[in-house]
Structures are given as structure tokens and as C-alpha cells.
């Protein structure tokens, strides 16, 4: 069995989705919804863009994007991808590269693999977006470090300053690396699979390493608004000195006159 997950936008309306598509519901909230299409086919679809898919051939996933591409918020015709192999035969569970070993499937258990496997592609995706934000955080800190001097607008400023908050904002709020399922609480195996597929996609070190780079973006432009401010002091401070000089010749020339 194999799962394959695509990041097919940056956001999904999960609410008009689900009204528009009938099939059997397992799990739905308003972060994301679990379809049993057939006793052996999945599909689980999540608010961040995400939609995993379990034993559905490539013509099958084009008509089902092509089918939820209307409640997608900036779609993507490039999509991240990622694929997981199940193996429902094994004498004892064990986690390969990109292979887990079970011994009793179940559909909670396939619910929790393409769990993960969608978490695992959504880190690529903002892992991108991040390099992105990085790469021209870091333009902008070579250009300081030759000129002296910045060469960007306040107003562009402000507004990757907010490109970055609410990346930052969107990956807490989508993302569950730390949070287990609830099922998992009482479930022994089911925890011992989410632990190894955690360990396996490695989600924990991915997402501390996607949020340090933030954290390195934030400060970077919140010190060159610091000095943006600092040049605006200083520039109103001069105006101010040579109004005050002007008065002061103007009530010169008075006297004098």
C-alpha cells in the first residue's frame, strides 16, 4: 500500500470542501476531513494545502485536485510531493527510510501514517518558503555590510516583516509535530507509530529548524527598522537645527536692519 501526499496550495477551504464532496466521513473538524472512499482508499485532506492520498492511481489524484482546486486558496501547479509505503504483513512493526512495517492495519492506523506523511510535506513547503524569506533577509544584510546603508523601502520593510510573522503564525497554527493525535493517548501501538513516524520524517528537528530561521529573519529586519528609525531621527533632527538656524539669522538680519 502507498500513500502519496501533495502540497497543492498554500490554503483549503475545508468547510465548502466538505459540503461539496459526498463520500463517507471518518473524522472531520474544522481543520481537516478523513474520507473512507473504499474499504482500501483513503483520502485526507487538511486546511494548510495538503492532500493525502492511499492506493489512488495518478489518474485518480489529477481528477480529485482538479475536482477541489476551486476551494483552494493560491493553488499551485508545482506541488511538493511525498510517497510512504505501508506493509500490512509484518510479523513485528518497524519504520524503514520511507517504509513502515504493521501487523494489524486499521483505519485509524492508515489515518495516522497519512497524518504524518502530510505533516512531513508541509514542513518542505514552508522549509521552501523560509529559504526564500532567508535568501532576501540576507541580500539586504550583504548590501549593509558594502554600502553602509540599507536599500529598502520602510514600507517594503513592513511588509516582509508581516510576510514573516505570519508565516510564523500559519506553521504554529497548522502544524502539530508536538501534539499527538488523541487517539494515541489510549492506543499503545497507535502511539508507538506516530513516536516512530515522527522519528522517521524527522518533523521535531525539521520544525525547530524552520522557526530558528524566522526567529534569524525577524531580527534581522526588525535591527534594520531600528535603523531606518535612527535615520529618521536623525534627518528630522537636523531640519529641526537648521530651522532653528534660520530663525535665528532672520532675527539677526532684523536687528540689523
Known amino acids: 500500500m ?4 501533495y502540497q497543492i496550495a498554500d490554503g ?7 459540503n461539496s464532496f459526498k463520500a463517507p466521513i471518518h473524522y ?10 473504499d474499504p482500501d482508499k483513503f483520502i485526507y485532506v487538511f486546511k494548510y494545502g495538503v492532500v493525502s492520498f492511499l492506493n489512488y492511481d495518478e489518474i485518480r489524484i489529477s481528477e ?6 476551486p476551494f483552494c486558496k ?43 506523511v502530510a505533516q512531513s510535506v508541509a514542513l518542505d513547503y514552508y522549509h521552501e518558503v523560509t529559504d526564500t524569506l532567508l535568501m532576501e533577509a540576507k541580500q539586504h544584510t550583504l548590501y549593509l555590510e558594502k554600502k553602509g546603508r540599507l536599500n529598502i523601502s520602510g514600507r517594503n520593510l513592513k511588509k516582509f516583516i508581516g510576510r514573516t510573522l505570519n508565516l510564523k503564525s500559519n506553521i504554529a497554527e497548522n502544524l502539530y509535530i508536538f501534539d499527538s493525535p488523541p487517539e494515541t493517548w489510549e492506543d499503545e501501538d497507535l502511539n508507538k507509530i506516530d513516536v516512530g513516524l515522527k522519528r522517521t520524517f524527522e518533523l521535531q528537528l525539521r520544525f525547530r529548524s524552520i ?10 529586519f526588525e535591527l534594520f527598522k531600528d535603523i531606518m528609525q535612527y535615520r529618521k531621527s536623525y534627518v528630522l533632527e537636523v531640519i529641526i537645527i537648521i530651522l532653528i538656524l534660520l530663525e535665528v539669522i532672520n532675527l539677526f538680519v532684523e536687528k540689523i536692519r
Open 211 to 220: 522557526q530558528e530561521s524566522l526567529q534569524i529573519i525577524k531580527e534581522n
Open 74 to 116: 493560491n493553488f499551485s501547479d508545482y506541488r511538493l510531493s511525498e510517497e510512504f509505503e505501508i506493509e500490512t504483513a509484518a510479523k513485528d512493526m518497524r519504520f524503514g527510510f520511507n517504509k513502515i512495517e504493521i501487523t494489524k492495519p486499521s483505519v485509524d492506523i492508515f489515518r495516522l501514517i497519512m497524518l504524518n
Open 12 to 18: 483549503i477551504d475545508i468547510k465548502g470542501f466538505k
Open 28 to 37: 472531520s473538524d474544522s481543520d481537516e476531513i478523513f474520507y473512507i472512499i
Open 2 to 5: 502507498k500513500v502519496l501526499s
Open 64 to 69: 480529485f485536485i482538479h475536482f477541489i482546486t
